[in-house]
């Protein structure tokens, strides 16, 4: 399905004769090619992810994940926080994944200590922003140390919460005790299922988050992001922003900001490699399907605040 859709979005992209889009104007042409190219860029992923979840759920000995990870809590997210290395998916793809490992046992805060730093903590990323920066500016060091202990903090601070499953969606969390009540057998059957189920999710929100970013990148002129881009408060809040808009996969990342290198500072281009894999327009979209509203809010604000002062101390300390 996924190598099919993308076959499909390729096609038109280049088999579309150039008189069927004469009439668009040259926003509405990138507000398309932009779009699509998110979606052709994610959809890999997020299949990928939604069968690494399916089979965590419906393949894996019940509570094999549970009695593997140490009882301690904080021990066990740090852990969690590291399965990046075991899982390399970008941010698209760790939603169903997450979404999986929620409804194999894993609580709320645990699922959402693995959500944030994965896309970060994998070998992909980290060889990539290696290939991009090397070890110039410390920015390669500060996304990964920053990004695990973003993740930690916010596994932390939601662990703290009273009910846990308010956070979820009653849709999910309707999920989640149908899947409790399903006899453990059949797994083939089971797999389809759950694909189905997270494929029906996954898609919508993905071409929503996909359509909105292609707008927002359309409508916002990156000229006035450049022209912050030497100041060391504005350059880190610009580029934010910037990764907020553009909502490009963590595993290439590092070289699309490469090129800003000689006009932002290096906190703001670590800001950017730390805040763009956690919280987009596209990933927002995602979590929609998992996370009440007021939980995304709640952890967007902490996140954008821990990567600006990240961004803030890189520039100022070092």
């Keep these: 399905m996924g190598i099919v859709a993308v076959l499909v979005l390729l096609g038109i992209r280049y088999l579309t004769p150039p008189e069927v889009t004469a009439w668009m104007t040259d926003p509405a042409r990138d507000f398309v090619t932009l779009s699509i190219s998110v979606v052709i860029e994610s959809l890999p992923f997020v299949f990928l992810g939604i069968v690494l979840s ?128 399903t006899p453990r057998t059949h797994r083939a059957r089971r797999t389809f ?15 929503i988050g996909a359509g909105i970013a292609g707008l927002i990148q359309v409508a916002v002129s990156r000229n006035i992001l450049l022209a912050l881009g030497s100041n060391p408060v504005w350059s880190v809040l610009a580029l934010m922003i910037l990764a907020f808009v553009v909502a490009i996969c963590s595993n290439v990342d590092a070289f699309f900001i490469l090129s800003f290198g000689s006009t932002f500072l290096p906190g703001g281009i670590v800001a950017f490699l730390v805040f763009g894999p956690m919280i987009d327009v596209k990933m927002l979209a995602l979590l929609r399907t998992t996370f009440t509203a007021k939980t995304l809010v709640q952890v967007s604000i902490l996140i954008a605040m821990c990567a600006a002062t990240l961004g803030l101390a890189v520039n100022y300390v070092f």
């Excluded at 066990?76 to 941010?91: A, D, F, T």
């Excluded at 299922?193 to 071409?207: C, D, G, N, R």
Aim: glycine share 8%.
């Design 193 to 207: 299922v759950q694909f189905s189920q997270e494929t029906s999710a996954m898609m919508p929100a993905l071409f």
């Design 54 to 181: 399916s089979l965590v759920q419906v393949w894996l000995p019940e509570g094999f994940l549970l009695r593997r990870l140490p009882k301690n809590p904080a021990l066990r997210r740090l852990c969690i926080s590291l399965l990046g290395v075991l899982l390399p998916v970008c941010e698209c793809g760790n939603v169903p994944l997450a979404r999986g490992l929620i409804m194999s046992g894993l609580t709320v805060a645990d699922s959402m200590t693995f959500l944030f730093a994965a896309p970060i903590i994998n070998p992909i990323t980290i060889i990539t922003t290696y290939q991009a920066f090397g070890f110039n500016d410390g920015i390669l060091v500060s996304r990964i140390v920053g990004g695990l202990l973003i993740a930690n903090l916010v596994g932390w601070i939601f662990s703290r919460h009273p009910q846990p499953e308010s956070l979820l969606t009653p849709g999910f969390q309707e999920t989640c005790a149908v899947d409790a009540a």
